[in-house]
């Protein structure tokens, strides 16, 4: 690979970039499909493919007739175009990853982190272990077509800036743009870690006109919009901060300052919270050997001990799930989504969390906007962040040619 990879993006005319988008969301597209999608003629689509294919930026997938028949059918972006350097920083956890255009995953990195220690700290490990996948991957810099991050707060969209990150302090007007330019001269896209996740759950559904939600529920809760098939960001980019949606005015006091915050009652610190509690004041047996051998109890103890038939733990898991679909009972009924996916560490909490989550969601939603909802894990997993933000790094490069 060749600082060439920029030299083609370069120049492209508005209809190459939307065909280029086309072939990017539907995978291997039939050249049919994709005519049909853009709403162009298939001669006029023909015409833009002849010229991405030999700019190096389409490639031809099928088998190709050796005798001047049938044109190979299907298309996907070429396998050569650079890297997207892809960076998911969760409030306690950073996965970096390298991701080809074509969306496979080349090489990643996963560790634990802490936001709060604030930029300085934490952008230092994002471009040491960029580095070590680069060289790894006997890749340079300049192979990076653009990088993608989200992170866990609020992001002017425009400039790339965190806007008052609740859970991130420190971060307020720090460019992580201009903190990246010295490591690689590429577009630098930042985002909200839930956008991205939507972004991710996007382009894995194919579905160009989806309306649909991503519900995170880690350290705290954040929802990513799917309307019409476009990330949904409000008037100021603040959209979706349903973690403080109340679901109890008696409820306990939350770090926004009001009571009763679902995000204060029912994501990982306050299972975590009650656990504890419940094995000090001795009523579960199973949590307080766990909180003696291990000192600790995190989300996935509690689910275990439910498992296990432990009935406090089992109230507690109970409890969030039934919490959080209240919640989210309220969106549905305002957004009538076709489905939510739901994603972010709690949810390793497993089958009884989610059942109390449906039933709580099927209980207090009109029938209409139930009819067909589904209500289901991510099934990009734990790398539903760093797909997401590959999407990201390609659209912006879509978006705008280019070198920065
Ligand atoms: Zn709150």
């Known amino acids: 690979m060749t600082t060439q990879v920029y030299s083609r993006w370069d120049h492209l005319t508005p209809v190459e970039r939307q065909v280029l988008r086309g072939v990017f969301w539907s995978g291997a597209a039939s050249r049919g499909a994709l005519a049909d999608t853009l ?85 230092q490990r994002v471009k040491t272990l960029l580095g070590d996948l680069l ?39 720090f460019s992580i743009r201009e903190d990246l330019a010295g490591l690689v001269d590429a577009p630098v896209l930042v985002d909200n870690d839930v956008n991205v996740l939507a972004l991710g759950e996007l382009w894995h559904a194919r579905q160009p006109a989806g309306d649909f939600l991503v519900v995170k529920v880690g350290t705290g809760i954040g929802c990513g919009i799917v309307s019409g098939g476009r990330i949904y960001r409000g008037a100021d980019g603040a959209a979706g901060d349903v973690g403080h949606i109340c679901v ?54 509690v689910a275990r001990a439910a498992r296990e038939g432990d009935a406090v733990a089992l109230a507690i898991v109970q409890r969030s799930g039934q919490l959080v679909g209240m919640m989210l009972a309220s969106l549905v009924n305002f957004f009538n989504p076709s489905h939510i996916v739901l994603t972010g560490g709690i949810v390793g909490m497993g089958p009884l969390w989610l059942a109390s989550i449906r039933q709580s969601v099927y209980g207090r939603s009109l029938a209409l ?28 490069v879509l978006d705008r040619g280019g070198r920065p």
Request: net charge negative; charged share 20%; with cysteine.
């Open 369 to 396: 906007s139930t009819r067909h909802i589904e209500i289901r894990p991510s099934t990009l997993g734990e790398r539903g962040g760093v797909l997401g933000a590959a999407a990201l790094g390609l659209l912006g």
């Open 248 to 301: 109890d005015p008696l409820g306990p006091r939350c770090h926004c300052g009001n009571v009763g915050c679902v995000e204060a009652m029912a994501a990982g610190p306050a299972v975590a919270r009650d656990a504890r509690r419940a094995a000090e004041a001795g009523e579960s047996e199973r949590l307080a050997e766990v909180l003696a051998e291990t000192g600790r109890l995190e989300p996935p103890d």
């Open 135 to 173: 060289a790894e991957q006997r890749l340079r810099p300049e192979d990076v077509l653009a990088v993608g991050m989200g992170v866990p707060g609020p992001v002017e969209v425009h400039s790339g800036l965190l806007v008052s990150p609740p859970i991130m302090p420190g971060w307020e007007g």
């Open 39 to 123: 709403g162009f003629s298939k001669s006029r689509l023909n015409a833009v493919v002849s010229n991405l294919v030999v700019g190096g930026l389409l490639q031809e997938l099928g088998p190709l007739s050796s005798t001047g028949g049938r044109r190979a059918e299907h298309l996907a972006l070429a396998p050569d175009l650079g890297v997207l350097a892809c960076v998911d920083l969760g409030a306690t956890s950073l996965h970096v990853a390298l991701v080809a255009p074509t969306m496979t995953v080349l090489a990643e990195r996963r560790e634990v982190a802490d936001v709060r220690h604030g930029p300085g700290r934490v952008m």
